[in-house]
């Protein structure tokens, strides 16, 4: 809880010093390049389904929801948020959906396409909420790529941690859910994200070769910014998000995190190198 509270608080110093340096730019003629921040949730349960249709609700209002397979709005303006799903579970075809097509906010699902009705393996001896979920069946997939802004992406074949696998086996990963998702849904299949956000330059090769457009990982950045970018940076939602904490979220306010990692890793670097000069 302390945690998530000096998050928010940093971010909201944070949204005032860019909106600042963002004022003082235009001021003298240069302009930020639009962007959006794109969204990843996972299950929504039938409890929070009023409260995840109040976020949609602040989107529509201070933001203009996009496609995340597409980028055409972004020449028009700057605040721009694009809606993704990961794991494929059915509560959100259950909650989910009927509150996004009703808005007509599109939203995108990536599937694990070698988990088809299986309840998640990957949270199995945990305690976490998700694991009692069950991942879509096949017949819902392929209902849910003829739904009015709902697009069908890869989320691997199993949901391994594609770091922890041989090149040869995440190779396959990631190339046969493309096959066997596009053969579901008789359509191609353009976007891809990776398991727990986990991938290095050789997945990001295979992944171009497999015929991929994007991929998304789970680093809050701007996404979009560059119309020819590969990877996309996501920001982690959840319906039960405060509703500051959610506007922060959508308005860039959580951008910050990527570089506390980045200072973290070169703080501990630094120590160890001093740690190691003293002995």
């Not at 066997?180 to 353009?190: A, F, L, Q, S």
């Not at 119309?227 to 904490?245: H, L, V």
Request: aromatic share 12%; net charge positive.
């Amino acid at each position: 809880m302390m945690l998530r509270i000096v998050k928010l608080f940093i971010s909201i110093f944070f949204l005032v010093f860019q909106a600042a340096r963002n004022f003082v730019r235009s001021f003298i003629g240069k302009h930020e390049k639009p962007y959006a921040i794109v969204l990843y949730y996972h299950s929504i349960s039938k409890e929070n389904r009023k409260a995840f249709a109040r976020q949609l609700d602040s989107i529509l209002r201070w933001t203009h929801p996009i496609s995340s397979d597409s980028t055409d709005n972004l020449l028009k303006g700057k605040r721009y948020v694009s809606i993704t799903f990961d794991d494929g579970f059915v509560s959100v075809i259950q909650y989910a959906f009927p509150e996004l097509i009703q808005r007509s906010i599109p939203a995108t699902m990536f599937i694990p396409s070698g988990m088809l009705g299986k309840n998640p393996p990957w949270l199995a001896d945990t305690c976490h909420k998700d694991k009692d979920e069950k991942i879509a069946t096949e017949k819902q997939v392929m209902e849910m790529s003829k739904l009015p802004g709902i697009t069908i992406g890869s989320h691997c074949v199993s949901h391994s941690d594609i770091l922890t696998l041989s090149n040869s086996v995440a190779s396959n990963e990631i190339k046969q859910s493309k096959i066997e998702i596009e053969r579901i849904i008789g359509k191609p299949v353009g976007l891809l994200s990776f398991p727990h956000g986990n991938y290095n330059e050789y997945h990001v090769g295979v992944s171009k070769e497999a015929g991929y457009r994007r991929a998304f990982s789970i680093s809050p950045v701007k996404a979009f910014a560059n119309p020819n970018e590969f990877i996309i940076g996501r920001t982690a939602a959840n319906p039960t998000d405060w509703q500051i904490e959610f506007w922060l979220k959508i308005m860039g306010g959580y951008l910050w995190l990527p570089q506390s990692f980045i200072l973290k890793r070169r703080l501990i670097s630094f120590f160890h190198v001093l740690s190691a000069n003293k002995h």
